[in-house]
């Protein structure tokens, strides 16, 4: 799950790393109390969770009230590469000295953090590791044996920072990297982080990334989730319990295992088909959880063809065909669909089919097959 700015460094205050007092606002009346309350200068930042916002017109500063009501109107509703703004952040304007650049991220090929620090901040950093990547300097730290400040320095002495900072900013990265361990987060990004005239350091942006997996264990983490910036199918699959991901294509897949789906997903673009959606109805699933999943697979409008394949294992293909049956009851589907039913129950589930004599519904005995077949579905060029 991904924080907003505010919420980045709420997040970041709890665990002791420096961060300019702020307010978060919905409204310009909020906007011009909350200046008020931090003080003039103060910089009013839009609330998007894409970067670019300086570039776009989002972060502006504001010398007295005229200026922050103005600058909250002109910013509250702006569209910023496709994310309108809803809230925005106002805090007290910072001096700066130099900004430097400090990320962690949990590197899986390593099974370990990977701790990144630059004193090129401020700007992409993708383009600094384009043009100069000796400037960021990288390390990786051992989860057992956590972060350590022999860690810190290494990584100031290699990025090449002031050695009167060495210190400082060695304390911020222990700082950052207990927030990223006690959140469970998966990336946590400060960019600029800021050395001010006094020499201290201070988080300017952030940037955070929770394990939605881990969410459960942090309560008021997930109080944090914003519904009205997620799609409305993937929301609505949450809504099931279902493991579900919305893709460019027009083909529904459904299946059992994320290895299977992934698998269906290369077999359909094989055979020339763009997939609309990736969707694990998860083992055991029973007839209620695929009537559910039809109903997502079909809230989509650009689906032209929905392929089942199902491998029964805990999955009883009998249970899939019952669900299968009261979706078409409940639904109505116009789109055709094609079923490869394989594994525990599989003579039974095709006999329900049969059975039934569902409109519109192809069976193929494989996965080639089916997914051959509702390619020239979704194309029109089959019946």
């Known amino acids: 799950m991904d924080l907003l700015e505010y919420q980045g460094k709420q997040l970041f205050a709890r665990h002791g790393i420096p961060v300019p007092d702020g307010r978060p606002a919905r409204t310009v009346d909020e906007a011009v109390s909350a200046a008020k309350e931090v003080g ?28 922050a009501r103005e600058h909250a109107d002109a910013i509250l ?49 993708e383009e600094v590791a384009d043009s100069n990547p000796d400037a960021i300097a990288t390390l990786h730290v051992d989860p057992l ?5 022999f860690h810190g320095r290494k990584l100031c002495f290699a990025a090449g920072v002031d050695a009167d900072l060495v210190r400082p900013i060695g304390a911020f990265l222990h700082q950052l990297y207990g927030t990223f361990v006690a959140e469970e987060a998966v990336l946590v990004e400060v960019n600029p982080l800021i050395v001010t005239p006094e020499r201290g350091v201070a988080a300017l942006d952030a940037k955070v990334t929770l394990d939605d997996n881990a969410l459960f264990r ?10 009205s910036d997620e799609d409305p199918q993937e929301q609505m699959a949450k809504e099931r319990g279902l493991t579900f991901v919305k893709l460019d294509g027009d083909i529904g897949i459904l299946g059992n295992g994320a290895g299977l789906v992934m698998s269906t997903l290369d077999v359909v673009a094989q055979y020339g088909g763009a997939p609309a959606n990736f969707l694990d109805a998860g083992g055991g699933s029973k007839a209620e959880a695929i009537t559910s999943a039809v109903e997502v697979i079909l809230s989509n409008d650009s689906v032209k063809a929905v392929l089942f394949n199902i491998f029964g294992g805990i999955t009883r293909c009998d249970e899939v065909a019952n669900g299968l049956i009261e979706a078409f009851k409940q639904l109505n589907p116009s789109v055709p669909f094609v079923v490869r039913l394989d594994g525990t129950n599989d003579v039974e589930g095709r006999k329900i089919l049969a059975e039934a004599s569902l409109p ?16 020239e579905l979704a194309k029109g060029e089959a019946a």
């Open 77 to 125: 509703g702006m569209d910023i590469k496709g994310f309108t703004v809803h809230e925005i952040w106002i805090e007290g304007a910072s001096t700066i000295e130099a900004e430097y650049y400090a990320s962690i991220v949990f590197d899986r090929g390593a099974k370990a953090p990977l701790i990144m620090l630059s004193t090129q901040g401020g700007m992409d950093i």
């Open 360 to 375: 519109n519904v192809h069976t193929a005995a494989t996965m080639d097959e089916a997914a051959q077949k509702v390619v």
């Open 40 to 67: 003039f200068p103060c910089a009013v930042k839009a609330q998007v969770k894409i970067g670019g916002r300086g570039k776009a017109g989002g972060i502006k500063i504001a010398s007295d009230e005229d200026e």
């Open 218 to 227: 942090h309560p008021d983490n997930a109080n944090l989730r914003d519904p």
């Open 145 to 149: 044996l956590g972060f350590q400040d």
